[in-house]
């Protein structure tokens, strides 16, 4: 029985769980790694550190057979380019506006002939040149594409964004969405739904996977009913930062 890859179960819509890595360490990495989700994103958009912390992460992951997917600053050739030699699995790219910076991050994740991605055999991705030609053969189909929709502009080009052959994942930037929508931070207004729903259908009917972030656990059923499958609850800074709140507020009841 052959296995699926990552990027087939993405494709095949999958319910794939996920979290945010923002704070930039290679223990929270592992720990995170070996709690059970299948993906995990690591975060240089947002996140603290770029290249010198993302290699300690990637590293730590790397033994647990978790997906390792990272969110660049922008949609950038070199930043991608960079990104997949250190090892990535797959990119997210923020703030995409219009199908034609969609292609241009699909091109980017390529080789030549369906892409502009230049190649290296001495890589980390290529263990070093070991596995070059195995890296080189497979990259081009196994690579995950996620393309964020926090904007208007993409929400009035998702369909034509989602058509596209090479994106795999809409993935929704809620609190960006709603920014750009003029609605800050309102999560329950119609016009918020009506950009998720448009986002949802556009997925279904390009037979891609729709994404993403929420923060509640208890959000997690109704939103894998609405139809979204690739799903990052939370993050580390999240968890640490609630963790850590909740451990010196027990000791207001014993204060004097």
């Known amino acids: 029985m052959t296995t699926k890859t990552f990027r087939h179960r993405v494709l095949d819509q999958e319910i794939l769980s996920g979290t945010f890595l923002g704070i930039g360490s290679s223990v ?4 995170a790694a070996l709690s059970g989700f299948d993906w995990l994103l690591i975060d240089t958009e947002h996140g603290i550190g770029e290249h010198e912390l993302l290699v300690p992460q990637l590293q730590a992951i790397a033994h647990t057979g978790v997906e390792p997917i990272v969110r660049i600053a922008f949609n950038d050739l070199v930043r991608i380019k960079r990104v997949l030699d250190l090892g990535a699995r797959g990119i997210m790219v ?4 219009n199908a034609e910076e969609a292609r241009e991050a699909v091109s980017a994740l390529r080789y030549p002939p369906a892409g502009i991605r230049g190649a290296a055999r001495i890589t980390r991705a290529t263990g070093y040149g070991n596995q070059f030609g195995d890296y080189f053969e ?14 208007r502009e993409a929400i009035e080009a998702v369909e034509e964004i989602a058509a596209i052959d090479g994106v795999d994942v809409l993935f929704i930037g809620p609190l960006d969405l709603s920014i750009s929508l003029g609605i800050p931070q309102q999560f329950d207004h119609p016009d918020f739904h009506e950009a998720v729903d448009r986002v949802l259908a556009a997925s279904r009917n390009a037979g891609k996977s729709a994404g993403i972030l929420i923060m509640d656990p208890n959000q997690l059923s109704k939103t894998a009913d609405d139809g979204f499958r690739f799903i990052a609850l939370g993050s580390d800074a999240g968890v640490l930062s609630n963790g850590l709140r909740a451990l010196a507020s027990a000791f207001d009841d014993v204060r004097i």
């Open 94 to 97: 923020p703030w995409v506006k």
């Open 138 to 151: 497979s990259a081009n189909s196994e690579l995950v594409t996620v393309i964020q929709i926090e904007c």
């Open 28 to 31: 929270t990495a592992e720990i």
